[in-house]
Nanobody, 124 residues
Framework: DVQLQASGGGLVQAGGSVRLSCLVSGFSVDDYAIGWFRQAPGKERERVAYTGVRAGENYYDDIVEGRYSLVRDSTKNTVYLELNSLKPEDTAVYFC?????????????????WGQGTLVTVSS
């Protein structure tokens, strides 16, 4: 069975950092584009970042303003999203997702697999 397990959320003060994890089972993270999305209360889900199958293929949406960073750990079959310089408007449920085709994940925003979300709350 394929599972994407997101974790690492919590309460953090503005300006702080948090690292989210997306632990994947059922396929290798080296073979799929792995992405992160977020949804704030009352708002639509928006894309955040993704890492492709090619080395160094990391892309970030403009909304993160250079504050986020992706790390792929093949030995742990996990993709991490590091959130830095957090702002209250970063408060959201963060989801990881995966698809063999980066286009489906990033452009169409219709990845084959979704994980459950992890809540990040940034206090001012």
């Amino acid at each position: 069975d394929v599972q994407l397990q997101a974790s690492g959320g919590g309460l953090v003060q503005a300006g702080g950092s948090v690292r989210l994890s997306c632990l994947v089972s059922g396929f290798s993270v080296d073979d799929y584009a792995i992405g992160w999305f977020r949804q704030a209360p009352g708002k639509e889900r928006e894309r955040v970042a993704y890492t492709g199958v090619r080395a160094g293929e990391n892309y970030y949406d403009d909304i993160v303003e250079g504050r986020y960073s992706l790390v792929r750990d093949s030995t742990k079959n996990t993709v991490y999203l590091e959130l830095n310089s957090l702002k209250p408007e970063d408060t959201a449920v963060y989801f990881c997702a995966a698809d063999r085709q980066a286009f489906k994940l990033w452009v169409l925003r219709e990845p084959t697999y979704w994980g459950q979300g992890t809540l990040v709350t940034v206090s001012s």
